[in-house]
């Protein structure tokens, strides 16, 4: 099994006629996802061309909205690649059509703006799980991609794997591919998000076919403290870890929005010590990370 994402899930991009939304919608494609069509209001009634994953033509309608499309389509699953000052609008559109899931890629979407996203949907009954913003999206490994994950790095087998950032979410992806996963999610970095450790956790626990977990987390408030508490009550399948940013100085934001550290608070350290307590055995390097895994499993 997967979470999340399946090999029935159909799928939407808000934004497909722009550079990165057309490039990714490629990639998606070639992995195998049901891609159906896309939405830009001003390029309604229009096709884009692409191939899909047997290198056959496809025509892609274009949609004036998510509502649209998913009428047309009977999609699920919408991507959004929108530019940072327009995605709020993608969001709440495709939240007012109760698409089940939202993965938003967008780079520097304002903190404040990201909180209104996770409030509206809220206020609508959580009926879309949200996924970023910037994040690399999820994979399940041989059924479907949705987002801008690598497909090729890896196949399906018995791990979960929930990572804060892209590029080790797709190291670790490399370096475990013998053993393969179920799913791969990139929750992205930012401050405010919409799916966290704790849902990734949540769901791989509950799924038969995940047999063990890897989580990746960062320097930067306490998602890793409260993970590793969610795990010590609720998690009983084997966890390693890995936490980015033991040399990150204090007061100086690293790469993501979230990842900055004040003072003991959102340290790696402090972090490591959490997971350590929770039994989750924390690597010093992704690479130590992955053989920790390998040598739990016995693989």
Request: proline share 4%; with cysteine; hydrophobic share 45%.
């Amino acid at each position: 099994m997967s979470i999340f994402l399946n090999e029935d899930s159909t799928i939407i991009v808000q934004g497909i006629t722009g550079g990165e939304g057309s490039k990714h919608t490629a990639r998606m494609l070639a992995a195998g996802a049901k891609v159906v069509g896309g939405v830009n209001a001003r390029k309604a009634g229009t096709t884009v061309s692409h191939k899909d994953a047997t290198g056959a033509d496809v025509e892609l309608p274009v949609f004036a909205s998510v509502a649209e499309a998913m009428a047309a389509t009977g999609a699920d699953v919408s991507v959004a690649f929108v530019p940072p000052a327009f995605s709020k609008d993608a969001a709440f559109e495709a939240i007012d059509a109760g698409i089940g899931l939202l993965v938003i890629i967008t780079e520097g979407i304002p903190v404040q703006d990201s909180a209104q996203i996770w409030s509206y949907a809220q206020k609508a009954g959580n009926k879309t799980r949200i996924i970023g913003p910037n994040c690399p999206g999820i994979i399940s490994p041989e059924a479907s991609l949705a987002g801008i994950i690598p497909a090729t790095i890896t196949k399906k087998g018995k791990l979960g794997l929930v990572s804060k950032s892209g590029t080790l979410t797709y190291q670790m992806m490399y370096e475990l591919k013998d053993l393969g996963f179920t799913t791969a999610i990139g929750i992205g970095g930012d401050p405010v998000i919409g799916t966290t450790h704790i849902d990734a956790l949540q769901a791989f626990q509950d799924d038969p076919e995940t047999e063990a977990i890897v989580m990746i987390g960062e320097i930067g408030g306490d998602a890793e403290e409260r993970a590793a508490a969610y795990i010590k009550e609720n998690v009983t399948k084997p966890v390693v870890g890995y936490v980015a940013g033991f040399t990150a100085p204090e007061g100086k934001t690293m790469g993501h929005a979230g990842a900055i550290v004040s003072g003991s608070s959102g340290t790696a350290a402090a972090k490591k010590e959490a997971l350590e307590a929770a039994g989750v055995k924390v690597g010093k390097t992704p690479s130590e990370t992955a053989q920790l895994m390998l040598q739990l499993l016995d693989a």
